[in-house]
Each structure stands twice: as C-alpha cells, then as structure tokens.
C-alpha cells in the first residue's frame, strides 16, 4: 500500500521533471534537421529557471481569473500525469480516474487558458482562444473515443487496467482496433499540443499562432507555469501513447529490477516518439487554419473505425 | 525521403562565431551583474522595429537562420514584450513609434536590456533633422549596448548582444582590443 502510494508519487514527479527535457529534445532534434547547432536538450530547464525569478507584469485590464488561470492549468495537468500509468501498473491511483477523468481534466486546463486568453482583452488573446477552442472541440471527441476503442478491447475504462490487459494478449496490439486508435490520438497528439501541422511551437507571427496566441500577456512566473503545464500535457500524450498501445515493459511488481527495467523503456519509448514529431515536423508544412477541421475530422473517423472494429473482432 | 537525404549532405552549417571589429560594440552602460546571471544562458528577445528603413531587420532576420543560429547561445526571439528579456531596437524613433517604443519598454518585466541595433538607432543616420523624427533610440528610452553599422552584419548583432551579457569569451575580446 504504501509502497504503492510512492510509486505514484514517483512517477508523478518523474514526469513533471522530465517533461521540459522532452520538449528541449524536441527542439534540440529539430535544430539538428535543420542544419543547425541548436540550443542544448536541457535549454527549456534554464528558461523555466530564468521566467520563475522575473518580475510579474499585468494589463490593468485583467481580472483574478488572469492570476487563477496558471495554477489550474498547471494542477489539472499534474493530476492527469499522476493518473496516467507511466511506469507501474496496476497501481492503487489507477482507480482515482480512468480516462474519462484524464480527457477531461486536460480539457479543463485548455477551458482556463482559453478563458484567460480573453480576460485581458487583447486582440491576440481573443483570436487565440477562439481558435484554440475551435481545435479542442474537434480533438477531444477523438481522444475520448480512441482511448474507448482500447477500452472496449479490455472491458475497462481504468488506464492501469487496459495496459495490463494489453500486456496479458500481446496479438490485441496489432489488432485493428489499436493501430487506427493509435493512429487517431498520434493526430490529436499534435493538435492538443500545438505542434505542426496544426500549429506552430516556433512561430513569432500572432497571426498563426494558436497556443501562443493565449499567453501572449502572461509573464514571470505565471508564463513558467504555463510553459511548464503545456511541457507536461507533451508528455502526457507520449506516456497514453507508448505505455497504452505499446505496453511492455511496465513493471508489474515494485520490485527494483522491474521498476529499473520500466524507466529504460520509458526513456526509449519517449526518445523513439520525440524523434517521430521532430521528423514529422520537418517535412510537413503547417496547413491552414480552414484544414484543420477536416484532419482532426479524418482523425476521428479513425478513432471511431477503431471503435466499431473493436466491436466486430471481439 | 530526398529531403533528409540533402540533410544528411549539408551536414552542420553553423559558424563559429567569428572575431569583429572591436568599435563597433559600445557599451552605454553596465548591465547589473544580477541581470546577467539570470539572463545569462537563456534570453528572450522582442523586436522593435522604432522606424526602420528595415535594413536592420534583414541583418537580424539571419540570426535564426542555420548559419548564425542564435539559438546555440540560448537566445531565441518572442512575439510578445511579456516573455522579452532583452529589446532589440532598430531606426530613428519615430514620432509615431515613440509612444508604442515607450509603451513595450512598460511591457517588459524586469530585468532587462535593451540592445539599439544600426547607426539610425544611435544617431539617427540619414533621417537626422526630419520633421517625423522625434531622436535616437536613447532619447526614448535607456539603451545598454549599442551596435553600429548600415546595417550591422549579423555576427556583430550576435556579439552585441552577448556583450551586454558579458558572455563573449574574454580571451578573444582582449585580441580583437589591441
């Protein structure tokens, strides 16, 4: 019991420190592919540092909600990344949420951030938050459903339980069911991220922006806690990817082998797709706004393929 | 699959940082030591473009690019004066531009530094005397570093700015001095 509850909190902690890493690697691979020396992995680290002791600067326009904003959306993405199996399964706080909770609590987050896009009332904020709800709107019925056509195949909507089921009947894997699933959240993976082709991580033009486009007026720490939240949800969809789909190597006891055995996997699991968004990235262009709809569409017609495949080969 | 592979060819193209002239960096004023050491390894710029004939811009456009790759020194450009650590100001400030300038100077959170980019910034060049023109970039607002030229090359704007961080390797520096 106890060694549970600190599995838990391990991985937990595990993820949030890793997660600004994950995105300095991102960032480290593009510059690579772009011919370019680059800012080292752990660059994202020294900014978080350097934003943390900065001033505050707020419009005297905005509201509490400008100031509640970041703390929401840092705490409801820590809680997904607590409840997400990232390195044991089953754990005990597998059944504080399955993935209905995980859905929805990354969804408040995105709710916040999109409510304090417009508090201020900047022009920027207001077009970032509609787009960026636009986005949400699409994605998050797909990432429902992926996840449900997973669900389905395991008879549980816990996330602890579906990666042990998977582990336990390893053909279920390759079952149609899951690659069109994974194939869906990979799409909703870029989109609830902000990454190319649906927005741009490195763009400077408010005009394309879309996440960037909502924390155009925050800075110092608010800024850190929202760059570090939006690190974090990164990650938390490379965990839903890797350890739902791709499950081994979880360890199914506390012991220290297994545990040690689950971190080198994560770190290859983690390393494999961040190299696969940073590829992606480099070939595909960022499509216009008025396409996106119809990718996140396509991604949905996957996610709900997966579902009724997962009802047919039962 | 042909992209990667001309990826592949070109290899690494960024330069070394190459040694410039010595006059055309000048310091205005020090840049407080606690300022550095937070700003030290990872810097926000904001651009301000105070009336420009964007000549400059051209120049500074190039440090993102593979081959000055400002990315390397942790110094990466922002959309917003909120995320800015660091103000890089180009052209004679401009009766239009002056409140705005003023204004994303406000925006800024502490610390910061603000780099005046060409030799408009700091004497207004050849729009010196225009009715449209309120002075250099200084009259506004307090400049730390400033870079010459018309425009400066990008290796200068780079050294600029690590100058006024005081990052510039100091072994070279004293080479280029004497």
Known sequence: ???????????????????????????????????????????????????????????????????????????????????????????????????????????????????????????????????????????????????????????????????????????????????????????????????????????????????????????GRYLALIEWAAALKFLVFFILLGNLFVPWGLARALTLEAVMTAVGVFAVKVVVLAVAVAVLETRVAKLRLFRVPELLSASFVLALLAVTSSFLLR | MLLFLKILKAGIVTEPLAPGEPDVIEVAREVETKARRLLGRAVAIREVDAGSCNGCEIEITGLTGPVYDSERFGIHFVASPRHADLLLVTGPVTRNMEIPLLKTYEATPDPKIVVAVGDCARTCGVFRGSYAVVGSVDAVIPVDVFVSGCPPEPTDILRGILTALDRLPKRKRRRDGT
């Open chain 1, 1 to 219: 019991m106890t060694a549970d509850l600190m599995m838990a909190a391990a991985q937990g902690l595990l993820a949030l420190f890793l997660a600004p890493g994950v995105v300095g690697l991102v960032r480290w691979l593009k510059a690579r592919l772009q011919n370019r020396r680059g800012a080292p992995p752990w660059q994202p680290y020294r900014e978080l540092r350097k934003l943390f002791q900065k001033e505050v600067v707020v419009s005297r326009h905005a509201s509490w909600l400008f100031h509640l904003a970041p703390f929401v959306v840092f705490a409801s993405t820590l809680a997904v990344a607590v409840i997400v199996p990232v390195l044991a399964v089953p754990l005990l706080v597998d059944r504080i949420g399955d993935l209905l909770v995980v859905v929805y609590l990354l969804l408040l987050g995105t709710f916040f951030l999109a409510l304090a896009g417009l508090d201020p009332g900047s022009a920027f904020g207001g077009m970032g938050a509609s787009r960026e709800v636009t986005v949400a709107a699409l994605a998050e019925p797909t990432l429902a459903v992926a996840i449900f056509a997973l669900a389905r195949s395991a008879g549980s909507t816990n996330l602890g339980e579906i990666a042990a089921r998977t582990t336990a009947d390893p053909l279920s894997a390759v079952s149609p069911g899951h690659l069109l699933a994974f194939a869906a959240l990979f799409i909703v993976m870029l989109a609830e991220t902000g990454r190319l082709p649906v927005d741009n991580p490195a763009t400077h033009l408010e005009l394309t922006m879309i996440h960037e486009a909502m924390v155009l007026e925050y800075s």
